[in-house]
């Protein structure tokens, strides 16, 4: 069993930066970010493997986003810069049932609860 707690969701301004963290108790793969907007699905927004050699990212967020681990603090981290209204939705943490990297979602184990994101314009 592994618990996800994330952190760092915020009201920011179009143009600003965020950074979201996500503290793992239990052993961890591949992690990833998803995010959901009201009335939309969930949508994957960026992984990396367990050695934090692969990264991937969804291509609205490239450039944009850096998604980051430090297995020591089992923590991963998603760097948010040059935000944009769009962006604006509920951002989830999970942890992948392997070490390939996935972007879906019933690919995933264990969620977070969950951090809002809003960027206004």
């Known amino acids: 069993q592994v618990q996800l707690v994330e952190s760092g969701g915020g009201l920011v301004q179009a143009g600003g930066s965020l950074r979201l963290s996500c503290a793992a108790s239990?052993?961890?793969?591949?992690m990833a970010w998803f995010r959901q907007a009201p009335g939309k699905e969930r949508e994957f927004v960026a992984a990396i493997s367990w050695s934090a050699g692969n990264t991937y990212y969804v291509d609205s967020v490239k450039g944009r986003f850096t998604i980051s681990r430090d297995n020591a603090k089992n923590t991963v981290y998603l760097q948010m810069n040059s935000l944009k209204p769009e962006d604006t939705a509920v951002y989830y943490c999970a942890v992948a049932r392997s070490l390939e990297i996935a972007t879906t979602p019933r690919l995933y184990a264990y969620w977070g609860q969950g951090t809002q994101v809003t960027v206004s314009s």
């Open positions: 239990g052993r961890t793969y591949t």
